[in-house]
């Protein structure tokens, strides 16, 4: 018999990732969950050939302040900041302000860029990927801190639109 608990968290990784089938077989079992169809947002639960009852996981709770990486959280923006423009890290690695420990970092808070200015190094398999600003402004915060491990999405940089 499946766990219940390993089924939630497939179901959960299929919710958050907008996957609409997943499929998986061993010797002894086979499971294969869908979404869509008339009830979109509940999955449907197909346990060794005979549908099974499933109560979706409330979904993530996606309000509430991201922890930064010594857990506290942060404060949510002050007004103001609304105009602001958040770059993101394109990738999982760790986080880089300069080319190397020798020398200054990319930028630094109140630093004027353009577009195609690099603002820091993501390192990712070995690979350092260079991060590029898309708009022009003046660095008004940085978000990660020098090695910091860094995932998919998270705030690298936030910049004022000059």
């Given at each position: 018999?499946?766990?219940?608990?390993?089924?939630?968290?497939?179901?959960?990784?299929?919710?958050?990732?907008?996957?609409?089938?997943?499929?998986?077989?061993?010797?002894?079992?086979?499971?294969?969950?869908?979404?869509?169809?008339?009830?979109?947002?509940?999955?449907?639960?197909?346990?060794?050939?005979?549908?099974?009852?499933?109560?979706?996981?409330?979904?993530?709770?996606?309000?509430?302040?991201?922890?930064?990486?010594?857990?506290?959280?942060?404060?949510?923006?002050?007004?103001?900041?609304?105009?602001?423009?958040?770059?993101?890290?394109?990738?999982?690695?760790?986080?880089?302000?300069?080319?190397?420990?020798?020398?200054?970092?990319?930028?630094?808070?109140?630093?004027?860029?353009?577009?195609?200015?690099?603002?820091?190094?993501?390192?990712?398999?070995?690979?350092?990927n260079e991060i590029k600003a898309e708009s022009g402004g003046t660095i008004a915060k940085v978000c990660a801190s020098n090695g910091d491990a860094v995932e998919f999405g998270q705030p690298l940089f936030m910049i004022r639109p000059?």
């Open positions: 018999m499946i766990d219940i608990r390993k089924l939630k968290e497939l179901v959960k990784l299929m919710v958050e990732n907008d996957l609409s089938e997943l499929d998986l077989r061993d010797e002894q079992e086979t499971v294969t969950v869908k979404r869509g169809g008339q009830a979109a947002d509940t999955p449907q639960v197909v346990y060794n050939g005979m549908p099974a009852q499933y109560t979706q996981p409330a979904p993530a709770q996606t309000s509430a302040p991201a922890a930064t990486d010594g857990g506290a959280a942060e404060a949510p923006s002050a007004p103001g900041d609304g105009d602001l423009i958040t770059v993101e890290s394109p990738m999982v690695g760790s986080f880089y302000t300069a080319a190397n420990p020798d020398t200054p970092p990319f930028v630094k808070v109140g630093d004027s860029v353009s577009p195609g200015t690099v603002l820091c190094l993501v390192e990712a398999m070995k690979v350092f000059s």
